[in-house]
């Protein structure tokens, strides 16, 4: 058991769908709701709000008088501030059940209970907060909503069966009907985990108080099928419960008639064979003697062999069953923590679990197969594999990887089922990784199901408010149904929304012109935007880029002059010098190929030239600067070693060109654009990412400066 009521969890249940898992009673409460329950008044604002947002269905409860305890505020206001604050909440938690103040304790354990819905120990300590306050019937109220969130958790079940034990007047027949529903409702949620045992025995015992030895018998026969640790235990109380018995107790009248005649046919069998050896040697007794010894001998003997085909019947359960434990043995003691915690997993427990599903749907698969497509009975199946996925994520609840495996073993089984396990990872476990709710987003869309898909990512960015890539997807997914203006108007809400944030702005500029330009047709517009960016950030090279691409691309009837005018509004841009040198060579290159009059070209390769001469000496420095107090090149310097430097008279060799790619739209300085360099890595712009051939090559052209 886990300290901190992160105790042990159980693991698997009996169940049909994987829909029964879900738990939408959790999932409505975000980092919104809990921010909203803070204001200018105090960290205690909205706790009435808060207990209604809890699962539709709020632990209703009259609220003591009197304040709140004195430090209750201060420790609300950490968790609501950060809810993933996991040692907050516990010291909040901890601090209500110190002051025994039930309100205070209530909306706190409500608020945790939201956010981590996995913590068996929370909600026994809910329940029992409230039996001890006398309310019986919210504390039952406590344990169903806690079973809704973790059906396959033994040790709640087990509580939950104790608190009705402890609560309903035990001499009403409708009282012991519903102790056993209850534990059938257990042991089909539950009944299948590893660790079930002790849910098993305490039905059995149950049972035998009631007097009912039968129904205790059938209770250690389905144990006999189940795989679980103490499955040897199960089979020794059960070979001791029939033997210590009478048979026609311990058994049902249809098993026992069955018995008595397997018995009868082996004795007739027996008779049969012997009576030829038999025939003659049966002594005479005296007239009057009675053989009552005789028959009690006899009688004695058929209970004992009756006893005996009712074990051989029980050892070949118990021999299948062995070898469904020791199949998955070494799997289960590799798991050392099938309990929820927030503590990381090491890599060998989260091996371990990919270890063992990996196996189970093998087993699965090859089950299937040697049925032929007809439903597997027994212990391997679709269904052990959803027990399986299901104890998995208890333990490893925060890991996307888990979840990612589980919708892609359900998605071709079942849709519905795989949108449910997508819901609750992302609305409960996985609600600020952005990544598993574009998965989500994309399954939905492929299904058709684009109303739910635009949903999704709505909901994410309130709770991710500012992340570029979240609206980015949104516009797209607005764009591929064909609402181009929704598309626009979102890239152009985000546009202003990120005025004040240079790099963001810029980067959703770029967006929002490619888009009227490719999609939009409207080149005059793409340039508007990308100009008023340029006024805003200057310096941002990238902009510049984009509004050349823009240029190049256009037509030159309608805007031949467009490229030179960009050029030159980067070179008076503050742009480093090598960026500016990059620009003027792209200038010089679409003279070369679209000018319309030779001195036209002439006059842009003289003004590049001239930008070489002032700037190229710069941008060497300030490549080279870092390794001008090199002690090895200053001595180099000092002794003569060094190259030379050029002769006066002779004019130097025009400067090389950069034949290093361009930056790209997204450079890797991430900075400004939240460090999604992998999301926006674009292709070169233009076209002119490098040239082989320096520059020079024009030289047979051109007259040197």
């Known amino acids: 058991m886990a300290a901190g009521g992160a105790e042990e969890f159980s693991d698997n249940g009996h169940f049909t769908h994987a829909s029964e898992f879900e738990a939408p009673e959790v999932a409505d409460l975000t980092q919104a709701d809990l921010g909203a329950l803070e204001d200018k008044g105090g960290g205690r604002t909205g706790m009435a709000d808060l207990s209604a947002t809890y699962g539709g269905h709020p632990v209703e409860c009259e609220e003591e008088e009197g304040d709140f305890p004195v ?46 819905p996995l913590c068996y120990g929370y909600w026994k300590k809910f329940a029992d907060l409230e039996r001890r306050a006398g309310h019986n019937s919210k504390a039952e ?18 509580h939950y069966i104790n608190l009705l034990l402890g609560t309903l007047n035990m001499n009403l027949p409708e009282s012991i009907q519903r102790i056993r529903s209850t534990f059938e409702e257990a042991l089909n949620s539950a009944g299948w985990d590893w660790h079930s045992d002790r849910m098993w025995d305490l039905y059995a015992e149950w049972e035998k108080e009631q007097g009912n030895l039968n129904a205790m018998t059938s209770i250690y026969d389905r144990a006999m099928k189940v795989p679980t640790q103490l499955y040897s235990t199960h089979y020794e109380k059960l070979k001791s419960h029939l033997t210590s018995h009478a048979l026609h107790d311990v058994l049902s009248p249809e098993e026992y008639t069955k018995l008595q005649a397997e018995y009868k046919n082996i004795q007739n069998q027996a008779k049969k064979e012997g009576s030829d050896i038999t025939a003659g040697e049966e002594e005479e007794r005296p007239p009057g003697e009675e053989d009552t010894d005789d028959s009690a ?33 070494n799997y289960e003691d590799g798991i050392k923590r099938p309990y929820f915690h927030v503590k990381p997993l090491d890599r060998t427990q989260l091996k371990a679990w990919h270890s063992y599903l990996d196996w189970e749907m093998a087993e699965a698969q090859t089950a299937q197969e040697l049925h032929e497509g007809t439903p597997v009975e027994g212990v391997a199946g679709h ?52 990544s598993f709710h574009f998965q989500w987003s994309n399954f939905e ?47 152009r809400e985000a546009l202003e929304q990120n005025k004040d944030k240079p790099n963001l702005h810029a980067f959703f500029s ?53 490229v030179q005018q960009c050029v030159s509004k980067a070179l008076a841009a503050p742009l480093s010098p090598k960026t500016k040198i990059l620009f003027s060579q792209r200038g ?29 000496g710069k941008k060497r420095e300030a490549e080279n600067g870092d390794n001008n107090d090199d002690p090895e090149k200053m001595s180099k310097m000092d002794d003569g070693s060094a190259v030379a430097a050029p002769v006066q008279g002779v004019p130097p060799m025009p400067p090389m060109p950069m ?34 051939n320096p520059w020079n090559q024009y030289s047979q052209y051109y007259p040197p400066s």
């Open 71 to 116: 430090d209750f505020d201060r420790l609300w206001k950490v968790v609501s501030n950060n809810p993933q604050d996991f040692n907050g909440w516990t010291d909040l938690l901890q601090y209500c059940e110190q002051e025994g103040h039930i309100a205070a304790s209530r909306q706190a354990l409500n608020a945790f209970l939201a956010r981590y």
């Open 141 to 158: 109220e406590v344990c169903v909503k806690g079973l809704k969130v973790i059906p396959l958790s033994v040790d709640l079940w087990i």
């Open 297 to 329: 001998k006899t009688s004695e003997e058929a209970v004992q062999k009756m006893q005996e085909l009712l074990l051989a019947s029980r050892e070949v359960a118990y021999q299948l069953n062995e070898c469904e434990v020791r199949k998955r043995w």
């Open 383 to 434: 269904k052990r594999v959803l027990i399986l996925f299901e104890r998995c994520l208890i333990a490893c609840a925060l890991y996307e990887e888990f979840w990612d495996k589980y919708v892609h073993y359900l998605e071709p089984r079942s849709l519905e089922e795989t949108r449910c396990v997508y819901r609750r990872a992302c609305e409960i476990h996985l609600q600020y990784k952005h």
């Open 445 to 491: 869309e492929r299904h058709g199901n684009f109303s739910e898909a635009q949903r999704i990512l709505e909901s994410l960015e309130q709770v991710m408010p500012g992340l570029a890539v979240v609206r980015l997807r949104r516009a797209g997914l607005e764009r591929r149904v064909g609402h181009l203006d929704k598309a626009e108007s979102l890239l």
């Open 510 to 562: 770029i967006k929002l012109a490619r888009f009227l330009l490719k999609l939009g047709k409207n080149p005059s517009r793409a340039r508007a935007v990308l100009q008023e960016a340029i006024e805003l950030s200057p310096e941002n090279s990238k902009l510049y880029l984009n509004l050349l691409e823009l240029e190049v691309s256009g037509d030159l009837r309608v805007n031949g002059g467009g």
């Open 588 to 616: 010089l290159e679409f003279a070369e190929d679209f000018g319309t009059s030779v001195q036209s070209v002439l006059s842009i390769y003289e003004e590049h030239q001239k930008l070489l001469n002032e700037l190229g």
């Open 659 to 692: 034949t290093t790619p361009p930056p790209p739209v997204m450079s890797g300085d991430m900075s400004g654009y939240g460090g999604y360099s992998n999301w926006y890595q674009q292709q070169q712009y233009g076209g002119y990412a490098g040239y082989p």
